[in-house]
């Protein structure tokens, strides 16, 4: 969707023409900013779902890690001893997935999060202090 230019001299001639074209980017910058709010709100929400998802993961993996099966005689059976490897085994691949999730996460607020937020209050506030400069008289 495009809007038609906004000239710089049509502003000293603060036509209802040009106020309508800066109603429109008005409207564009603020339904724009509402979805960038909208993207980092849900993103820190899910960050903070998946932070707490791993942590849980991490728990549960580190309860299989540490079990052990009590034994009666000299040893474990070896039904015992596969259940207890394969828990170990599940366990390493558990911390594994969520070591690289855990990263994945860190970068999605490093690399998406915060850069979106900085855009936001840099780009967006600056256009909107521009907007303003543009028709001082504007309501």
């Given at each position: 969707m495009g809007?038609?230019p906004l000239e710089?001299?049509?502003?000293?001639?603060?036509?209802p023409?040009?106020?309508?074209?800066?109603k429109?980017?008005?409207?564009e910058l603020e339904r724009?900013?509402?979805?960038i709010?909208?993207?980092?709100k849900?993103?820190?929400s899910?960050?903070?779902?998946m932070?707490?998802?791993?942590?849980?993961?991490?728990k549960?993996?580190?309860?299989l890690?540490?079990?052990q099966?009590?034994f009666?005689?000299?040893?474990?059976?070896?039904?015992?001893?596969?259940?207890?490897?394969?828990?170990?085994?599940f366990?390493?691949?558990?911390?594994?997935?969520?070591n690289?999730?855990?990263m994945?996460?860190q970068n999605?607020s490093?690399?998406l999060i915060?850069p979106?937020?900085?855009?936001?209050?840099?780009?967006?506030?600056?256009?909107k202090?521009?907007?303003?400069l543009?028709?001082?008289h504007?309501?």
């Amino acid at each position: 969707m495009g809007h038609p230019p906004l000239e710089f001299s049509d502003c000293y001639l603060d036509s209802p023409d040009f106020r309508e074209r800066l109603k429109c980017y008005e409207q564009e910058l603020e339904r724009t900013n509402r979805f960038i709010k909208d993207v980092i709100k849900d993103g820190n929400s899910l960050i903070g779902a998946m932070r707490s998802y791993s942590s849980a993961v991490q728990k549960f993996s580190q309860t299989l890690q540490s079990f052990q099966f009590d034994f009666t005689g000299d040893t474990l059976t070896d039904d015992e001893i596969n259940i207890a490897e394969s828990f170990k085994e599940f366990a390493e691949l558990l911390s594994e997935v969520e070591n690289e999730r855990m990263m994945m996460v860190q970068n999605a607020s490093d690399l998406l999060i915060k850069p979106l937020e900085n855009f936001r209050k840099e780009q967006i506030g600056l256009t909107k202090v521009c907007f303003i400069l543009l028709l001082p008289h504007h309501g």
